[in-house]
């Protein structure tokens, strides 16, 4: 049996400039967080002539052709694993759908432990590229790169999206004490709704390709907000970060209908009125975490959770994608 985890992940600047409409045209800039919320993926082989899938719902065919998981599917094509008697099982500390990156955390852990069945070694970067070529490249997804690079190597990192389809990624040039202040004072709420990143983003990923200007200038300014906020984070200064944080969801929510909606608009008010210095939606947007930095969390917790919303407790995390056990 083989046991992988890969790490959810949390924005903190830069976000929508990953995907390739974008960032093969002017490069991107993204600033990640990997936390200790993970997607699980065990591999056992079986003596049955099947090949077992494990989700939301259970798969058993005779062939990889036949999988209608296409994540799965794909996976299993790129490794090279044609023969049945494999029992494939998934699963996650939080939901997908909810912002933090579950469908890169999920392909990263399921090709990690793909590689391990074959005795294959591969680095977090191939790793990365990998995940990305699947969704991205076989399956047409309108996603970006920031959710496979930052499951495959864990951390607070910072990445450039080359129009070369190159990625560097390099650890945020931030000291302990900061680290650990930005760590205790990032609250996660979740709204009650969840959705699909990839139907968020298909309205941007369009106006991309079609060179729309609004959009570009959009993204241009999410982008120059990302470096100000890795200024802020390498500097210290926590209060600019949270500053940014409201800057850069004022301006999102107002690029899409679909973005926010009244409940949402109203905890983030109710947020912001009660010890968070700033805030914003996490992921593509519509629903899922939201996300404060306070520094008086026992006021903001309370305000939260008397307004019916569930908060998830998290740290950083700095392993990535990883092997959890092998026999």
Known sequence: MIITRSPLRISLGGGGTDLPSYYTEHSGFVIAAAINKYVYITLHQTFVQELIVKYSR??????????QHPLVREALRLVGI????LEITSMADIPAGTGLGSSGSFTTALLKALHVLKKALVSPTELADEACHIEIDVLKQPVGKQDQYIA????VTCFRFLPNHQVEGWPLKIDRDTLYCLEDNLLLFFTGYTRSASEMLKEQ??????HEKEMIARLHFVKDLGRESREALEGGDLAEFARLMNVHWEYKRQTSCHMSNGNIDEWFKLGRDNGALGGKLVGAGGGGFLMFYAEDKMRLRRAMRDAGLQEVRFGFDFEGTKVLSQS
């Open 205 to 210: 990923d369009s106006k991309s390709r079609n």
């Open 58 to 67: 259970m798969e058993r065919v005779q062939s990889v052709d036949e999988v």
């Open 152 to 155: 495959a190597y864990g951390g």
């Open 82 to 85: 044609t023969a049945p008697c």
